[in-house]
């Protein structure tokens, strides 16, 4: 218990005498005398103004007076927003950048799986101890945790400048030996002569050699979540101090937009940044339709940095206790949200009776029936959540999409759902002042009626029918009359000495071929053959197609208005999921006492990272691996990336993976609605009361606030119930 007039000092809160201490305590107990909480808490303490420290912005003792100006509970809202924005741009980025870093890198979905867990694995260690610690000083941990993410998107962008990437042949060489050998290698053609050449061998190893790099990515993932925890768990608790109930569902509602707007836009800039070579000086003659063409895929990562570490700044000028905080206090005072005595227990303690608090806290927590169980409803959430990175990737198969334009495509349908699900959200909960309860309902009803939307990933472009993976070639001699499973290397390819090292389809008869070298085919037909790097008209000489020729690319089937019908369910699924977010922001605020705000919040970081977010993209990644029916393998037997899938299965379990999950969700969340009625909005932490009555929580979590003489009830184990 902090000491008169000491401690509290450092929160913004100070005892003016041991007489109001006195009173605060007999606010804890039953006593015979009635005053409204409003006036007894104007009676026991005030702010610190003269404290500049305490409600006045800046850094230690430099706390000038035109930053009052913007010392405002909207103005900091639109900042951490902004700050919230940038933070998911540098790292939402990932998962638009799988498949071209799976190339690159030379990794499989596992392994870019547990890049996407290492942050949770971080996170989630971050969070039970840092949730504690953030009560006393929110804005100052955001800005710590802000220039840590900042240092997690500038490690693996970095790589950009030591990896290797392909170089394009241009066969422009007098020697026409080696003319030849180029030439074929160039175009992937079919020809005895470099079964056993240098050039052959080295097609594609330069991923191998990146594959070093593959620390970094984690590394930076690792701090990653570290740094995004302080964000998680403080600013949704330093908000709800600044805001009114009702203001602070629309105020959430606004964060949560601003914020999310991350995931589109970091998509759309993304499709921008993939215009333009990594390196920013391609080879000459190399265009961005090219096969070897990477786009500058670390520019996603390092550009939103920057913006991350110029608004930690600012961030951490905000202090501990914004003025417009006190209003807002004595307002839950009068309705029976907390206590000044709980507020002065959150604020007040010192490091070690936070230390000494943390296991307590975290098992009056767990008592909670509605807490825990929606703490497990998230945890199933989040484990669908996790599939979402994996989209990008997905469309890029399912609808022959290149990663321009899947972030273009999928930026554009994120933010009308996002925008759409969140705004209304946000209107939803500040047109009435709903009882924590109902909006729990609320919450519940909109998961469960988007539950029938997520079929909607059945919506996709027919499968391609791969020859040596689906069906024999067409000329596979003997293999053609067995039953025995196809191969990509077969009679009419067996003296090409094909790899797949890179991956180059070509189509004829409606039947796709790994590459022109898979086909058979030996000579090409160029647009225009004096152009140096002239693109390709068709392949001659194939013996392994009907034809004897082949055009570049996959075949295509028809897709018409397929994409269109699947990113309309998409958004709509997207907006209902949302918009029960800003009830759910609102709910966990309420469902425990004051003092047990950030450590409830920590309990669910926690859970929902080592349940939901850690094995989520290990689970989804292996559900890809498995469907992959040709991996890209090296000369020396190293197994690279998946270049194709088994499309069909590979939606199905995906899908029916994620409808579990948001059932399981869904049923926690209607659990936790259950028993909302028997949940104390607040508990009383402190020691036991001057009548040796041992305090008990408070069962008003239907008080909505509306009648604001209502009295508020106490409870002790000798005299009962009365009321101040």
Request: charged share 15%; proline share 5%.
């Amino acid at each position: 218990m902090p000491e008169e007039g000491e401690s509290c000092k450092d929160t913004g809160l100070v005892i003016q005498n041991k007489s109001a201490a006195d009173n605060h305590e007999a606010t804890s107990v039953s006593r015979s005398e009635t005053m409204p909480a409003e006036k007894k808490y104007e009676a026991l303490q005030s702010w610190d103004e003269s404290d500049r420290t305490v409600t006045q912005m800046g850094y230690f003792n430099w706390r000038p007076r035109f930053l009052e100006v913007f010392n405002k509970p909207a103005i900091f809202t639109i900042v951490f927003a902004v700050s919230n924005l940038a933070m998911i741009m540098s790292y939402s980025i990932l998962s638009l950048i799988i498949p071209t870093l799976e190339s690159v890198f030379n990794l499989n979905s596992k392994q870019t799986g547990f890049i996407l867990m290492a942050n949770d694995i971080s996170g989630m260690v971050a969070a039970i101890f840092m949730a504690n610690y953030c009560s006393a000083r929110k804005t100052k941990w955001i800005a710590i945790g802000m220039l840590i993410v900042a240092a997690s998107a500038v490690i693996p962008a970095s790589t950009t400048l030591f990896a290797e990437y392909p170089q394009p042949q241009t066969g422009n060489t007098s020697a026409s030996s080696t003319y030849q050998i180029e030439q074929d290698k160039q175009y992937g053609i079919c020809n005895e002569t470099i079964r056993n050449a240098e050039e052959k061998r080295e097609a594609g190893e330069y991923a191998v050699r990146n594959h070093n790099y593959y620390w970094m990515f984690i590394l930076g993932s690792l701090l990653q979540g570290i740094g995004a925890t302080p964000p998680g768990i403080a600013g949704s608790t330093y908000m709800d101090e600044i805001f009114p109930q009702k203001m602070f569902g629309i105020a959430i509602s606004f964060l949560y937009v601003v914020a999310f707007l991350g995931f589109p836009i970091s998509m759309m800039l993304g499709a921008v940044y993939l215009q333009y070579y990594v390196t920013l000086d391609p080879p000459p003659g190399l265009t961005v339709q090219d096969k070897e063409w990477v786009g500058a895929w670390w520019m996603g990562m390092f550009y939103p940095s920057i913006a991350v570490l110029v608004l930690s700044f600012f961030v951490g000028l905000y202090p501990r206790q914004m003025p417009a905080a006190k209003k807002v206090l004595a307002d839950k005072i009068k309705k029976g949200i907390t206590s000044a005595n709980e507020k002065r227990q959150e604020l007040g303690r010192s490091l070690k009776e936070i230390t000494q608090d943390m296991i307590p806290a975290y098992f009056r927590m767990l008592k909670n029936k509605a807490l825990t169980a929606l703490v497990v409803g998230d945890m199933f959430l989040f484990l669908q959540i996790g599939s979402y990175s994996f989209y990008p990737k997905i469309y890029s198969m399912v609808f022959r999409l290149n990663p321009r334009e899947v972030g273009s495509i999928l930026g554009l349908a994120n933010l009308v759902g996002f925008g759409v699900g969140l705004v209304a959200g946000g209107v939803l909960t500040k047109a009435k002042n709903w009882k924590p309860r109902t909006l729990q309902l609320i919450y519940c009803i909109l998961t469960t009626v988007a539950l029938p939307f997520t079929f909607g990933l059945f919506l996709y472009c027919p499968t391609d029918t791969y020859a040596g993976v689906d069906v024999h070639y067409f000329n596979s001699g003997s293999n053609s009359t067995q039953l025995g499973v196809p191969t990509l290397l077969e009679e009419c390819n067996s003296d090409c000495a094909c790899t797949t090292a890179f991956y180059q389809p070509v189509c004829d008869g409606g039947i796709t071929y790994f590459s022109p070298c898979h086909a058979g085919c030996s000579d090409v037909e160029l647009d225009d053959p004096t152009a140096l790097n002239s693109t390709v008209a068709r392949y001659l000489g194939c013996s392994c197609t009907q034809s004897t020729t082949a055009r570049p690319g996959t075949c295509e089937g028809k897709c018409d208005n397929v994409l269109v019908q699947n990113l309309v369910v998409n958004v709509i699924n997207t907006a209902i999921n949302f918009a029960g977010f800003p009830a759910s922001a609102i709910v966990y605020q309420r469902v425990v006492s004051e003092v047990d705000r950030t450590s409830a919040q920590g309990l669910r970081q926690f859970a929902t990272r080592l349940f939901g977010t850690l094995p989520s993209p290990l689970i989804f990644g292996l559900i890809l691996d498995r469907m992959c029916s040709v991996w890209r393998e090296s000369d020396d037997g190293t197994v690279g990336n998946c270049w194709t899938y088994d499309i069909d299965r590979l939606m199905m379990y995906f899908i029916l993976a994620q409808v579990a999950m948001k059932v399981c969700s869904a049923l926690c969340l209607w659990v936790a609605w259950w028993f909302f009625p028997t949940i104390p909005e607040r508990i009383d932490t402190s020691e036991e009361s001057e009548d040796g009555g041992e305090m008990k929580p408070i069962e008003n979590g239907d008080n909505d606030g509306s009648d604001d003489n209502k009295s508020v009830q106490i409870t002790t184990e000798k005299s009962g119930t009365e009321e101040i």
